[in-house]
C-alpha cells in the first residue's frame, strides 16, 4: 500500500506526544435526570482543591484538541484597581464597563483548572464552547469536602467589560434548557445514514442552527437528527435554486424551534388533578371518573394512553373546557384545530416543496407553535370535517397522528415522534365520524344538563365568573332562586349553558348600570324583574 506523507506529523514524534498530553481527557461523564440545576445539583464540577474558588468565574473552557481545562481570566479593566474592590462585588450578577472584579477571582487570573465530571447531556456543549472560544460566567459554589466546584449556570459575557452578551447568551440558555429537560439515555448513538428572554428565542439564522446542532444535536431523536444533517449539507450546496434553500431552511428551522422530549410522563398527583376539574366542571361524575382513570394509568406506565378522548355530545356542553382542563392536569401545552375549517387535507399534511408557495401542514405547524413535541392536541369538531372534498374526507389525515407511530409532513420530509401527543377530540353528532377514526378514540358521551344541574351552574359558576370578569362583587348582583327559574324556563329547549351565560352577562351588565348611573348600592333581581327584563 502507498504510503501518504503527514506534513501534520513531527519528525521526532515529540510534538504527537505533547498534544497527547495537553489532550488528555481529565472528567468523567455521569448521567442525570434533574430538570433544573443548582447547588445541589451542578452539571459541572471543576478541580477546586483550596475550596476557595469566588461565586462566579470568568474565562474560557479549552479548545478540546488542547485539553480539558477551563481558563479563569481577569477582565483588563480590573487591573489597576482590583484592590479597591468591596467584597459584595463578587455576589453580582453581572460586571458593567467600569466597574472592578473582586479580590477573589483576580488571585485566579489566568489560571487553568481541570474539569472533573461533566453531565452526559452537556459534554457537546462543553466541547462547543471550546472550539468556538466563548467567553462564560460560570456560576457555582464550592464543595465543602473539596470535592470540586460544582457550577449550576452559564453566563454568555463579553470578554472586555464582562457584562451578558445578549444575542450569544439567549442561544446558550435555549440551549442549557433543552439540554436540562432531555434524558440523558435517549442520546445515544447516531441513526445509520439510511435513515424569558430566550424564551421568545427562534433560530432561523443558518449559522446558529449548525451551533444548535454541533452542542445540542444528540437531545434530538435519531431519525431527526441525521435528518438535520442531510438538510443542512442540502442548503450548503450550490445546485439547487433559491427557492429550495429556503424552504430547507425554512423546514429546519421548525423542527430545531420544536423541544424534542422523551415519552415518560412523571406522576401527577390525583387530588390535584380531582381540585382542577372540580373547579372547571359542575357535574359531569361519569366523565371525571374517566378522567381520573386515565391519569392513574399514566401514573403507573408514565406513558400516555394508546387512545385518545372523543367527546360527544351536544353544542355548549363544555366539551372543550374538558380539554383544556386535561390539559392544565397533564401540565402540558395545547394546541386546537377547528376541523370545520379544513377542507383538504394537505392543509394538515402539508404542500410538497416543489411547490413555491409550499408550507408546512397544520400538525407541524401545532408542534412549531407549542414549542414541544408532547402536547395535548385538541380537535375540535371532527364530524364537521368536509366529507364531500374531491380530495377525501381532510379528517382521515390524521390516522397516522392517532396510532402514535409517528408522523410524516410532506414539507418537512420527516418522520415526527408523536409518542407524546395526546389527542382530545370534540364532536356533536359521533355518526358522522368515519370507522377507522372512531376506532383510535375513547368515546365519552356526554348527555346534556337536567334544569335542576342547569340551575346551579347558573348561580353557582356562570354568574360568579361573569362578576369577576367584570370586576364587580357578588353582593352587587344577586339573583333569587325564583328568579334563576324563570330563566331555565325559558331557556328550557336549548341545550348546553351558553345561552345561561350571556343572560348571567346581561343581568350583570344591567346591575352595573343601575350602580354607576343610579347611585344603587346592590341590586337583586327577583322573578318579577328577570321576567320583565327578558320579554318572559
Known amino acids: ?293 386515565t391519569i392513574i394509568q399514566i401514573n403507573r406506565t408514565h406513558t400516555l394512553p394508546a387512545y385518545g378522548l372523543l367527546l360527544a355530545g351536544p353544542a355548549g356542553i363544555g366539551k372543550s373546557q374538558i380539554a383544556y382542563s386535561v390539559a392544565r392536569i397533564l401540565r402540558l401545552p395545547w394546541t386546537a384545530l377547528d376541523m370545520s375549517a379544513i377542507h383538504d387535507s394537505e392543509a394538515l399534511t402539508g404542500s410538497p416543496r416543489v411547490y413555491a408557495n409550499a408550507k408546512a401542514g397544520r400538525i407541524m405547524e401545532a408542534f412549531s407553535e407549542a414549542g414541544s413535541s408532547n402536547i395535548v392536541f385538541i380537535i375540535n369538531e371532527l364530524d364537521k370535517a368536509d366529507s364531500a372534498s374531491v380530495n377525501g374526507n381532510p379528517a382521515d389525515a390524521l390516522l397516522t397522528l392517532l396510532d402514535n407511530l409517528g408522523y410524516t409532513d410532506n414539507y418537512i420530509e420527516c418522520m415526527i415522534p408523536t409518542s407524546g401527543v395526546y389527542p382530545i377530540a370534540t364532536a356533536n353528532d359521533k355518526s358522522r365520524i368515519s370507522a377507522p377514526l372512531m376506532s383510535r378514540f375513547a368515546v365519552i358521551d356526554i348527555p346534556d344538563y337536567t334544569p335542576e344541574e342547569k340551575k346551579e351552574i347558573f348561580l353557582h359558576f356562570s354568574l360568579p365568573k361573569v362578576l369577576k370578569r367584570m370586576s364587580m362583587s357578588p353582593e352587587e348582583c344577586v339573583v333569587t332562586p325564583d328568579a334563576a327559574d324563570v330563566i331555565i324556563k325559558k331557556y328550557r329547549d336549548t341545550t348546553g349553558i351558553r345561552d345561561l351565560e350571556q343572560v348571567a352577562e346581561h343581568l350583570a351588565a344591567n346591575a352595573l348600570y343601575q350602580i354607576e348611573t343610579r347611585h344603587a348600592g346592590a341590586v337583586t333581581f327577583t322573578k318579577d324583574t328577570v321576567a320583565k327584563l327578558l320579554d318572559c
Open 1 to 293: 500500500m502507498d504510503r501518504v506523507f503527514d506534513f501534520n506529523a513531527a519528525s521526532d514524534g515529540s510534538t504527537d506526544i505533547k498534544n497527547q498530553e495537553a489532550s488528555r481527557i481529565t472528567y468523567t461523564t455521569f448521567i442525570s435526570e434533574q430538570e433544573t440545576a443548582d447547588a445541589a445539583h451542578p452539571f459541572l464540577v471543576l478541580k477546586d482543591e483550596g475550596k476557595h474558588f469566588p461565586h462566579h468565574l470568568y474565562g474560557s473552557f479549552k479548545n478540546p484538541l488542547r485539553g480539558t481545562q477551563f481558563t479563569i481570566a481577569t477582565p483588563a479593566i480590573a487591573a489597576g484597581s482590583i484592590s479597591g474592590t468591596s467584597p459584595e462585588t463578587a455576589s453580582s450578577g453581572s460586571v458593567a464597563s467600569g466597574e472592578t472584579i473582586p479580590v477573589e477571582a483576580a488571585a485566579f487570573a489566568e489560571k487553568e483548572t481541570d474539569l472533573l465530571l461533566v453531565d452526559q447531556r452537556f459534554e457537546d456543549l462543553v466541547r462547543w464552547l471550546g472550539e468556538n472560544q466563548v467567553f462564560v460566567r460560570l456560576t457555582g459554589a464550592s464543595a465543602p469536602d473539596g470535592s470540586g466546584y460544582g457550577v449550576y449556570k452559564i453566563r454568555a459575557v463579553d470578554s472586555m467589560d464582562y457584562a451578558v452578551n445578549p444575542s450569544r447568551d439567549s442561544f446558550l440558555q435555549l440551549v442549557i434548557r433543552r439540554l436540562l429537560q432531555s434524558r440523558a439515555e435517549e442520546m445515544g448513538e447516531e441513526a445509520p445514514e439510511e435513515e424569558q428572554e430566550s424564551e421568545i428565542l427562534r433560530m432561523t439564522d443558518l449559522h446558529a442552527m449548525l451551533d444548535y446542532l454541533n452542542c445540542a444535536g444528540r437531545s434530538l431523536p435519531a431519525n431527526i437528527r441525521s435528518w438535520a444533517k442531510r438538510n443542512v449539507t442540502l442548503i450548503k450546496t450550490n445546485t439547487i435554486s433559491p427557492e429550495e434553500r429556503r424552504h430547507a431552511q425554512r423546514a429546519l428551522s421548525m423542527v430545531l424551534n420544536v423541544q424534542w422530549k422523551s415519552s415518560y410522563f412523571a406522576s401527577i398527583d390525583p387530588v390535584e388533578a380531582r381540585k382542577i376539574l372540580d373547579e372547571e366542571l359542575y357535574g359531569l361524575e361519569r366523565v371525571k371518573q374517566r378522567i381520573m382513570e
